[in-house]
């Protein structure tokens, strides 16, 4: 199957500094590419379809300035949360098409003091 | 948009028992795929299955796609196969994200 990486894995930072995630398809070149956020023992939320070369397409009630998306060729896309506090401590995984599929990332645990 | 409603949510099983977790969605569906996460969070793709049946080892699953429903199965239960158990399906439209059940959270002791 293809392969999508993610980094960092894990990151903790204070409240208030701005954190990127950034998430590669390894194998395979996406033109599209997802963000979820996973809270604890809970279910996976989309947050943003990544389109390449365009802006992102955000789902209602996520902050388009507080989590700020990239998606500058075929193979990356970033996930930037600005001026991050608590409440954003989460699980952030990405996803990308390979082939009819879907695959998905190992996922970034964001922790904010 | 597409509900997903996944049973049981929980499933505690002895090693060697056989489970069924079910999967039910509200419309019509081109993609539908079940997920073993892992407990370091990591996503394992077990099946790519908007219709028919696929089996894969101990696990098959089944979508009928015209019942809106799909089956996973699990036979001769491992304590490996512990973690969450995701079914997560896509509409008509190309290209769409994948829209996630509650999981089933399947504990099997030795």
């Known amino acids: 199957g293809a392969v999508v990486s993610q980094h960092p894995s894990r990151v903790i930072c204070k409240s208030g500094t701005s954190v990127k995630i950034e998430c590669r398809s390894l194998d395979f070149q996406a033109t599209t590419m997802f963000w979820y956020r996973q809270f604890p023992k809970k279910s996976l939320m989309l947050m943003a379809t990544s389109n390449e070369g365009s802006k992102a397409t955000y789902e209602q009630g996520v902050e388009k300035d507080k989590f700020l998306i990239n998606h500058a060729s075929l193979t990356l896309s970033t996930l930037t949360v600005t001026s991050a506090h608590p409440e954003d401590s989460s699980f952030y995984i990405c996803?990308?098409?390979?082939?009819?599929?879907?695959?998905f990332g190992p996922g970034t645990r964001l922790t904010v003091l | 948009g597409i509900q997903v409603e996944q049973s049981p949510p929980d499933l505690i099983l002895q090693e060697g028992a056989n489970s069924t977790l079910r999967c039910n969605f509200s419309d019509s569906v081109n993609n539908l795929q079940w997920f073993h996460q892992n407990p370091w969070g990591q996503l394992i793709n077990l099946f790519y299955i908007p219709s028919g049946t696929k089996q894969n080892g101990r696990l098959s699953a089944t979508t009928v796609a015209t019942e809106r429903y799909s089956l996973l199965y699990i036979s001769s239960s491992q304590t490996t196969d512990s973690g969450v158990y995701f079914c997560a399906v896509a509409d008509n439209q190309a290209g769409t994200a994948l829209i996630f059940g509650k999981g089933t959270t399947l504990s099997v002791s030795s």
């Open positions: 996803s990308a098409f390979g082939s009819a599929e879907q695959f």
